[in-house]
């Protein structure tokens, strides 16, 4: 059973910065590296979204709203993660989760993103 463990949310001003991580504790190595692995959002009263995807060959994805804002990496011999989120909104407070894309269950806790002054 893969268990995603997302960390690095935080209180953040509009404007600001926040560097969220992932790390699939109980993915094997040999699943995770071919794996494309994103960051997905739920908003308050909203479905979840994908918001960014990287894939093996680290191509990446970004969804509309964050392009331009947001990176996505990984480091696949720490079976990582990351999102790289700048100039910051309210718009993206969310709870932040990683998983495979597309997803197979196994949702972990997230990590709160709250962008506010």
């Known amino acids: 059973q893969v268990h995603f463990l997302e960390s690095g949310g935080g209180l953040v001003q509009p404007g600001g910065s926040l560097r969220l991580s992932c790390r699939a504790s109980?993915?094997?190595?040999?699943?995770?590296?071919?794996?494309?692995m994103g960051w997905y959002r739920q908003a308050p009263e909203k479905e979840r979204e994908l918001v960014a995807s990287i894939s093996s060959g680290r191509t990446t994805n970004f969804a509309d709203s964050v392009k331009g804002r947001f990176t996505i990496s990984r480091d696949n011999a720490r079976k990582s993660v990351y999102l790289q989120m700048n100039s910051l909104e309210p718009e993206d407070t969310a709870v932040y989760y990683c998983n495979t894309v597309p997803d197979g269950g196994n949702w972990g806790q997230g990590t709160q993103v709250t962008v506010s002054s």
């Open positions: 109980r993915m094997i190595t040999s699943t995770f590296n071919p794996a494309t």
